[in-house]
């Protein structure tokens, strides 16, 4: 078991209804709001007129129409500006993880008198963020939960990952009758991307025995509970654990002593979403069995069979090579069966720049240091597998 620290600083607000909380819990971090959203969702579903009318009192400036896959310019920055010039004092973040990551952006751009990439690429390190207080409208990402935030920027088609302790939000509003809405593609896409969260841990060298089940329980209740609020979008039981669960899977809380995996899928899939804006958890499902293939070897073996025999049921008495290929191929059904598109070309992606992106991958991701060490070949040969 490895040396770790652990603080989860977020108040997490969970339950239908817990919106109610949201002028107590505001007033505590001041009069001034920028409330930041996406596209119009929250329009839709009623929940932006109702944050309005339960902030009446308080100063609100708006940023919307934030996008997947956050974009640098203009969201980041437009958010940055507009917290300076009116001297915001808190963030209100309602929508996806796209809105939230966008949000921790602006909440330690906001206290940096540079340019806030400096921030995302780690340049130079964050004194201070403005506290950032969110209501959750997707279960996917975790990032009600985490400390992490994914920007891209659309010349250099870098899409980055960052973490600091100062991003983790301050209070998060979990309310799964928000999720009802959510179509079915974006569904899929939560599924996925939770269910890889959960792999990118359990895919490790050392892990214990707590971390395993831990891990295997939450990709089946994803697995089963997702299935359930794709065949009723409405399932509140089915919304809600799903929702819990997406929180949990990110935030290293179901792997606290394992060795890191380096998170190898999460950095092939930041190039295909980096070059090509796709969905984030359509490109994990997508790479997700391709990178297991390809890891699948004497020495990960017994990874493979843990996994089979337990997330699957696959019987343990098989040869492990079987039990490993089965686990492998049930896992590429399962996303092909709730309607992932599963190869690279049904997402709009071709071989032409997969040089390039494998190319990226290497320079940018650190897999040569993942749980299985990836060259620019084989990420280039993971890539060429998932057309
Ligand atoms: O923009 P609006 O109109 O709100 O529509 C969104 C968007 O089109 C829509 N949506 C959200 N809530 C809805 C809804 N539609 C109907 N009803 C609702 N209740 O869904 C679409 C996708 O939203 P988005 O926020 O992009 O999805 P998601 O939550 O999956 O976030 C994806 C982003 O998070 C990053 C990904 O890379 C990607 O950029 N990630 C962040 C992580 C983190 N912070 O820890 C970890 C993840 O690995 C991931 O990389
Ligand atoms: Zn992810």
Known sequence: MQNFEYRTPTRIIFGQGVIEKLPGVMAQFGK??????GGGSIKKIGLYQRVLELLDGFEIVELSGIQP???????VLDGVRLCKEHKVDVILAVGGGSVLDCSKAIAAGACYDGDPWDLITYKVKAKAALSLVDILTLAATGSEYDPGGVISRTETNDKIGYMDPLLYPAVSFLDPTYTFSVS?????AGIADA?????????????TLMNDGFCEAGIKSLMINGKACLENPTDYKARAEMMFVCTLACNDIM????SSSGWPMHGIEHALSGYYDITHGEGLAIITPRWMKHILSER???RFVKYGVNVFGIDASLPPMEIAEKAIEKTYRFFEGIGIPMHLREVGIDDSRLDEMAHHVAVNEGLEKAYVPLTEKDIKEILTASL
Not at 32 to 37: E, R
Not at 69 to 75: D, G, L, V
Not at 195 to 207: A, G, K, M, V
């Open 255 to 258: 792997s606290l002593g394992n």
């Open 184 to 188: 079915r593609k974006q569904t899929c």
């Open 195 to 207: 269910i890889n969260h959960i792999l990118e841990q359990y895919f490790c060298e050392d892990s």
């Open 69 to 75: 896959n956050p974009k640098y310019n203009p969201s």
């Open 300 to 302: 990960t073996l017994p």
């Open 32 to 37: 001034k709001i920028l409330l930041t959203y």
